[in-house]
C-alpha cells in the first residue's frame, strides 16, 4: 500500500556533490519521523540524518556541516543534500519513514529499497 522511492545516488569524487531524494506513495494520512541511514559494506546500518515533522533536525556526527535534510510535506517527499563528500561516505543509503496509512489507527517504518552512493577518485 505504501512505496518509498529513493533517488539520486551515483558515483562522485571526494569533495563532490550528490543529492538524494526519496518519495513516498500510497494512502498516507501523515508522516512523522524521515530518516536517512547508511550502510557500508560489512557494516551495521547507522543513522545518518533524522527530520521530524515538527522540531530540530538531527545529523551523525561524521556528516554534520556537510549533509542537509529537508522535507516537503505537500509531496511527501524526503531530500538528503551532501557536500564535500568522502570517500568513507561510500555505502547504501536508505530512507525510512514513521508515517501512518489512512485509515490505521497506528504509525508504522517504512523503508525504500536503497541507494548506492560511491565516493571515489
Known amino acids: 500500500q505504501v512505496q518509498l522511492v529513493e533517488s539520486g545516488g551515483g558515483l562522485v569524487q571526494p569533495g563532490g556533490s550528490l543529492r538524494l531524494s526519496c518519495a513516498a506513495s500510497?494512502?498516507?494520512?501523515?508522516?512523522?519521523?524521515m530518516g536517512w541511514y547508511r550502510q557500508a559494506p560489512g557494516k551495521q546500518r547507522e543513522l545518518v540524518a533524522l527530520?521530524?515533522?515538527?522540531?530540530?533536525?538531527n545529523y551523525a556526527d561524521s556528516v554534520k556541516g556537510r549533509f542537509t535534510i529537508s522535507r516537503d510535506n505537500a509531496k511527501n517527499t524526503m531530500y538528503l543534500q551532501m557536500n564535500s563528500l568522502k570517500p568513507e561516505d561510500t555505502a547504501t543509503y536508505y530512507c525510512n519513514m514513521h508515517l501512518r496509512i489512512s485509515g490505521w489507527a497506528y504509525p508504522e517504518d517504512y523503508w525504500g529499497q536503497g541507494t548506492q552512493v560511491t565516493v571515489s577518485s
Open positions: 527530520i521530524p515533522s515538527r522540531g530540530s533536525t
Open positions: 500510497g494512502s498516507i494520512s501523515s508522516i512523522n519521523f
